[in-house]
């Protein structure tokens, strides 16, 4: 048995071990191997071995393996899953090719997945891509946007079948400080499904590092890579065959002389001269031709702006000359009145500025205020070692009668509130400064659903623990 197969009896050994604890069935969790940058070699020795879901996140190196897993005999439209970001461009390519997209992070990729499948008549599976760590260099979908964004997907793209969510964690989290934001996923999934009525079975979260924490908290896709394959290289660059794939041969080959040294260092062997200095492939004679087209063609619109701004718009010397001879023969009494003026004006301005500060703040009218309740909730928070059941009853203090607005909107105000709940133990909510932070959110919340600054102050009726 080789090494890549112990690792992965070994990783099987692991999650079967996590759902005995969590007392889940062992079916409902599935090993996706991410063979990004990894051989076709080790992929294929893995799909012998039993495992028949893998995970790419580059399109162009998931087609190639797809390829090579057809000539082995194999589905890869029922194996591979596209996990990195997908651009709108690369659709054709993805819609009906792969099993499922995890990544699905905007209205404009939704769309183009529709139009794609619509038109090969199919349904193409997709997974919603959360941004929990709100962090601005990862795509995906503001927890707060979740409902509406799924709403419109319902709406607009039939043919596009949400199965469920997934999210990666920030990265300066590790240990136990990434199950916080596994346990708010499934939150948000369990609102999300009760909020459009349709059950959402998967949840893709947890990876080489954390993928233990992700089954208790309950994923149902962990995506595995370096615990299965080891350490991975990035290549420097890529080598295609002219000839394409042959069947017992590499799909992708990769030409890096770092790897390459250090396996030939462990046999006490000289790296090979031809490798050690490859050169990277030069630009195409055409390439070049064009490049120096373009750089002459912005040379000689530079220099045509330059002349027309110099001979038509510029005309050098007169302006500068003609102020220059006006201000010399200016009288010093005329100068003299102007600079008399502008310090009348000056003051008078400052006047003006004074008495607009001198007036109180009791002179601008106020309105009465008017106190409305809030639906009472109940939402399942997590406690310790369980779950606990939390009912919360809220007053606001609005500066006008806003009790026709909240009926009206009272399915956005519950799932507002569920949504700042989710994710949250009792033992953050039920402290002083939880609460007050609770109290912010709910009124900053309500402001946004009704659209302008009418909520002044949220009270709680019922704070009760079942």
């Excluded at 051989?39 to 393996?65: D, H, T, W």
């Excluded at 008078?348 to 004074?354: L, N, P, Q, V």
Aim: with cysteine; glycine share 8%; net charge positive.
């Amino acid at each position: 048995m080789s090494e890549l197969v112990e690792r992965y009896h070994a990783v099987l050994s692991q999650i079967a071990e996590a759902c005995r604890k969590s007392s889940r069935k062992r079916e409902s969790v599935r090993l996706l191997a991410v063979s990004k940058y990894h051989p076709f070699e080790s992929m294929l020795e893995l799909a012998r071995a039993g495992q028949l879901l893998f995970g790419e996140n580059y399109v162009q190196e998931a087609q190639e393996k797809s390829a090579a897993l057809r000539e082995e005999g194999y589905d890869p439209a029922r194996m591979i899953h596209i996990i990195g970001h997908l651009q709108r461009r690369k659709v054709p390519q993805v819609v009906g090719n792969f099993a499922l997209l995890h990544t699905l992070d905007s209205l404009p990729l939704a769309s183009a997945l529709e139009k794609r499948a619509a038109s090969l008549g199919i349904v193409q599976d997709v997974l919603i891509e959360v941004n929990l760590g709100r962090e601005a260099q990862k795509a995906g979908i503001a927890e707060e946007e979740l409902c509406a964004f799924s709403e419109k997907v319902l709406d607009l793209c039939p043919h596009v079948q949400l199965c469920g969510l997934m999210c990666i964690p920030p990265a300066d989290a590790e240990g136990e400080n990434v199950r916080p934001y596994f346990a708010r996923l499934r939150m948000l999934r369990d609102a999300l499904s009760q909020r459009i009525g349709q059950i959402l079975p998967e949840l893709s979260m947890g990876m080489s590092g954390d993928y233990l924490l992700a089954i208790e908290e309950g994923a149902t896709i962990v995506r595995v890579g370096t615990a299965l394959f080891g350490e991975r290289v990035t290549p420097k660059r890529w080598v295609w065959k002219k000839g394409g794939c042959d069947r017992r041969s590499k799909c992708l080959e990769r030409s890096i002389v770092t790897s390459m040294a250090k396996d030939t260092k462990k046999k006490g062997q000289a790296l090979p001269e031809a490798e050690e200095t490859a050169a990277p492939p030069k630009r195409s004679k055409k390439k070049r031709i064009i490049i120096i087209l373009f750089l002459l063609l912005l040379t000689l619109v530079g220099a045509g702006a330059g002349g027309y701004w110099w001979f038509f718009i510029h005309k050098p010397g007169e302006a500068l000359f003609s102020s220059k001879k006006a201000d010399a023969e200016a009288p010093v009494e005329e100068v003299a009145q102007e600079e008399q003026k502008k310090g009348e004006a000056a003051k008078k301005e400052e006047a003006h500025d004074s008495s607009a500060t001198l007036q109180r703040p009791h002179e601008i009218p106020r309105g009465k205020s008017v106190v409305v309740p809030l639906p009472v909730i109940t939402v399942n928070i997590f406690e310790g070692g369980g779950h606990r059941y939390l009912k919360i009853g809220m007053e606001v203090e609005a500066n006008r009668d806003i009790s026709k607005e909240i009926k009206e909107n009272e399915a956005r105000v519950r799932d507002a509130v569920i949504m700042l709940l989710a994710g949250k133990t009792y033992r953050e909510i039920a402290s002083p400064e939880g609460k007050v932070m609770l109290k912010v959110e709910v009124m900053s919340r309500l402001n946004q659903i009704l659209g302008s600054q009418r909520v002044t102050r949220v009270y709680f009726t019922d704070f009760v623990v079942q």
